[in-house]
């Protein structure tokens, strides 16, 4: 997914060099002079991100930070601040003023472009998130109490007896948080055993942050533990900064595009690791508890008993905040009807128990199949209803086929001992078109796949349909 970027900057020829670059790859560009106007565009556009020069000829970058911090309309939106003096100083005003970090002038293309990469994918998985949870409120479940104030617990991952100094240098900034030293051995096992145990800390948990040197025992082992902890359930959704040496933006790269949510670079400052500890804490708590909120409601009455999926009320209503997104990001999105094929026949012959596992597999091999960010929903009695976000119609058709194929070459195996059985789907798609013309309801686009859903099924069954429109 394109973000939309916005370049504060009172030169221009940085702007149009920064502009190149990011347009180069596949970013959608606004540029501002001023602070006035980046205040302005701001509110107007709703940036992905904001690359703000720390020197500006009416207010200073900490000053437009701050201002952006304090309206609801753009205090969700991430900041990186370019500074001219790459000093302690200036990168702790950046970030206290709510940059979510900062880069020394000249910028470096490969780090440039690795921060933004990893801010926006953050960015889109916290937009999903609201998405959903806005939907369930609409459908009338309250909102969950913030829980913000609880510390969390902080594993510092380092050689030697670095790590201890690390926490005695924490304690001295008055961190909050329960800090533990880990071994790097014992960071993949939870509960790990720590070399200290803070008074009142859950070690049965995995840590809410992992602080983690770019200098281990072995070479990159720190990047490895990095992909290692990204891959694991436990550690998954943990916060990870990376602590590395300055003049390493080759180290910094792969480590932000392996998953690390920060970086520290010219080594360990401790006032500014409690500062970005703190920030990241704030966006993981609003994280965890979006994900728990959206999780917890939907187990209540949105899912269909039988399959797990989402049933058609929740479908239906997340659909149109689908649109809705589609209107405002510029995006087209894909919404598919699916059926299964002579599922009478399989209710016939083997019986109506057997014809529920038969649903249940199908439903979850689906849905083990589509992205995060994908709708799947079952609104029949063997129909369901896929909805992908930010989807061409390549993207679509290749998608419908890729599922088509899931449920036709791979049969079922209802028990132990069983006879498999074979089904195969049909599928009908029609496509939203993104930005203004997007003036379908969603409704209009069910019809379309409705209706080529039959065409899929007068063609013979087995195959993939696209509305006459989005064809």
């Given at each position: 997914?394109?973000?939309?970027?916005?370049?504060?900057?009172?030169?221009?020829?940085?702007?149009?060099?920064?502009?190149?670059?990011?347009?180069?790859?596949?970013?959608?560009?606004?540029?501002?002079?001023?602070?006035?106007?980046?205040?302005?565009?701001?509110?107007?556009?709703?940036?992905?991100?904001?690359?703000?020069?720390?020197?500006?000829?009416?207010?200073?970058?900490?000053?437009?930070?701050?201002?952006?911090?304090?309206?609801?309309?753009?205090?969700?939106?991430?900041?990186?601040?370019?500074?001219?003096?790459?000093?302690?100083?200036?990168?702790?005003?950046?970030?206290?003023?709510?940059?979510?970090?900062?880069?020394?002038?000249?910028?470096?293309?490969?780090?440039?472009?690795?921060?933004?990469?990893?801010?926006?994918?953050?960015?889109?998985?916290?937009?999903?998130?609201?998405?959903?949870?806005?939907?369930?409120?609409?459908?009338?479940?309250?909102?969950?109490?913030?829980?913000?104030?609880?510390?969390?617990?902080?594993?510092?991952?380092?050689?030697?007896?670095?790590?201890?100094?690390?926490?005695?240098?924490?304690?001295?900034?008055?961190?909050?948080?329960?800090?533990?030293?880990?071994?790097?051995?014992?960071?993949?096992?939870?509960?790990?055993?720590?070399?200290?145990?803070?008074?009142?800390?859950?070690?049965?948990?995995?840590?809410?942050?992992?602080?983690?040197?770019?200098?281990?025992?072995?070479?990159?082992?720190?990047?490895?533990?990095?992909?290692?902890?990204?891959?694991?359930?436990?550690?998954?959704?943990?916060?990870?900064?990376?602590?590395?040496?300055?003049?390493?933006?080759?180290?910094?790269?792969?480590?932000?595009?392996?998953?690390?949510?920060?970086?520290?670079?010219?080594?360990?400052?401790?006032?500014?690791?409690?500062?970005?500890?703190?920030?990241?804490?704030?966006?993981?708590?609003?994280?965890?508890?979006?994900?728990?909120?959206?999780?917890?409601?939907?187990?209540?009455?949105?899912?269909?008993?039988?399959?797990?999926?989402?049933?058609?009320?929740?479908?239906?209503?997340?659909?149109?905040?689908?649109s809705e997104h589609s209107r405002t990001s510029g995006h087209s999105f894909a919404?598919?009807?699916?059926?299964?094929?002579?599922?009478?026949?399989?209710?016939?012959?083997?019986?109506?128990?057997?014809?529920?596992?038969?649903?249940?597999?199908?439903?979850?091999?689906?849905?083990?199949?589509?992205?995060?960010?994908?709708?799947?929903?079952?609104?029949?009695?063997?129909?369901?209803?896929?909805?992908?976000?930010?989807?061409?119609?390549?993207?679509?058709?290749?998608?419908?086929?890729?599922?088509?194929?899931?449920?036709?070459?791979?049969?079922?195996?209802?028990?132990?001992?069983?006879?498999?059985?074979?089904?195969?789907?049909?599928?009908?798609?029609?496509?939203?078109?993104?930005?203004?013309?997007?003036?379908?309801?969603?409704?209009?686009?069910?019809?379309?796949?409705?209706?080529?859903?039959?065409?899929?099924?007068?063609?013979?069954?087995?195959?993939?349909?696209?509305?006459?429109?989005?064809?």
């Amino acid at each position: 997914m394109a973000g939309r970027i916005l370049i504060v900057d009172d030169v221009a020829t940085n702007r149009i060099m920064l502009k190149v670059r990011l347009t180069g790859a596949c970013y959608h560009v606004s540029q501002a002079g001023t602070g006035a106007d980046a205040l302005e565009i701001a509110k107007r556009e709703n940036p992905d991100l904001i690359i703000l020069s720390h020197e500006l000829p009416d207010m200073s970058g900490d000053a437009v930070c701050a201002q952006l911090q304090k309206d609801p309309l753009t205090r969700d939106c991430p900041v990186v601040m370019s500074i001219t003096c790459n000093s302690a100083e200036a990168r702790i005003a950046a970030l206290r003023a709510g940059a979510q970090d900062y880069l020394p002038k000249p910028l470096d293309e490969m780090t440039l472009l690795a921060r933004v990469r990893s801010l926006l994918r953050a960015r889109e998985t916290e937009n999903e998130l609201r998405l959903r949870d806005d939907t369930s409120r609409e459908l009338g479940f309250a909102e969950i109490a913030s829980d913000f104030v609880k510390p969390a617990n902080v594993a510092l991952i380092a050689p030697g007896g670095d790590a201890v100094s690390w926490k005695a240098a924490l304690a001295s900034v008055d961190s909050r948080h329960n800090t533990r030293v880990i071994a790097p051995e014992n960071a993949l096992s939870w509960p790990a055993p720590a070399r200290e145990e803070p008074k009142g800390s859950d070690t049965g948990k995995a840590p809410d942050v992992f602080v983690i040197s770019g200098d281990l025992t072995r070479q990159d082992e720190g990047l490895r533990l990095l992909s290692e902890l990204r891959s694991r359930p436990a550690t998954r959704h943990a916060g990870i900064i990376m602590v590395l040496r300055e003049g390493a933006p080759q180290q910094a790269v792969i480590a932000l595009d392996l998953g690390a949510n920060d970086l520290i670079t010219g080594g360990f400052t401790p006032e500014e690791l409690k500062i970005r500890i703190d920030a990241l804490v704030t966006r993981k708590r609003r994280s965890d508890q979006l994900r728990n909120s959206v999780r917890d409601r939907l187990r209540l009455a949105m899912q269909d008993s039988l399959t797990g999926l989402y049933n058609r009320r929740y479908a239906f209503t997340h659909l149109t905040r689908i649109s809705e997104h589609s209107r405002t990001s510029g995006h087209s999105f894909a919404v598919m009807m699916m059926d299964i094929d002579r599922f009478k026949q399989v209710n016939d012959t083997w019986g109506h128990q057997v014809g529920d596992q038969v649903l249940c597999a199908v439903a979850h091999r689906l849905r083990d199949n589509l992205r995060d960010v994908d709708l799947i929903a079952r609104i029949g009695g063997e129909e369901f209803l896929v909805a992908m976000p930010d989807t061409t119609m390549d993207q679509a058709r290749g998608a419908a086929e890729r599922l088509r194929r899931l449920v036709e070459e791979i049969p079922i195996v209802p028990a132990p001992g069983m006879e498999p059985i074979h089904v195969t789907l049909s599928i009908g798609v029609s496509m939203g078109p993104g930005g203004q013309g997007n003036q379908q309801h969603p409704e209009g686009l069910l019809q379309q796949a409705d209706q080529a859903l039959y065409a899929s099924k007068n063609m013979g069954r087995n195959t993939v349909s696209f509305c006459r429109s989005a064809a």
